[in-house]
């Protein structure tokens, strides 16, 4: 979640520059933009990545923010695409 395209996307979005940008800056603005955005809508988030208890104490701050946490893996293993699937069902 690095790069120019998040660069591009922050200022078009809400007309802010970050200096330095990294995914740790980025998925608070983006969850807070699609909030402000579509009130309306549940965020469904599938967390893939990290230390284990890293990835739980994510999965619960976001719970305890609204967010639907769908399916959430740490990161020292392969992607399970069979178990994301069943979390959509």
């Given at each position: 979640?690095?790069?120019?395209?998040?660069?591009?996307?922050?200022?078009?979005?809400?007309?802010?520059?970050?200096?330095?940008?990294?995914?740790?800056?980025?998925?608070?603005?983006?969850?807070?933009?699609?909030?402000?955005?579509?009130?309306?809508?549940?965020?469904?988030?599938?967390?893939?990545?990290?230390?284990p208890h890293l990835l739980e104490k994510t999965k619960q701050v976001l719970l305890k923010q609204?967010?639907?946490?769908?399916?959430?893996?740490?990161?020292?293993?392969?992607?399970?695409?069979?178990?994301?699937?069943?979390?959509?069902?």
């Open positions: 979640m690095d790069g120019i395209a998040l660069q591009i996307f922050t200022y078009l979005a809400k007309k802010k520059r970050f200096d330095n940008l990294n995914g740790t800056d980025f998925c608070p603005f983006f969850f807070s933009y699609v909030q402000e955005r579509y009130p309306e809508k549940h965020m469904n988030i599938i967390l893939y990545g990290t230390y609204g967010y639907n946490v769908i399916y959430a893996q740490d990161g020292y293993t392969n992607l399970d695409w069979g178990n994301i699937e069943l979390s959509l069902k």
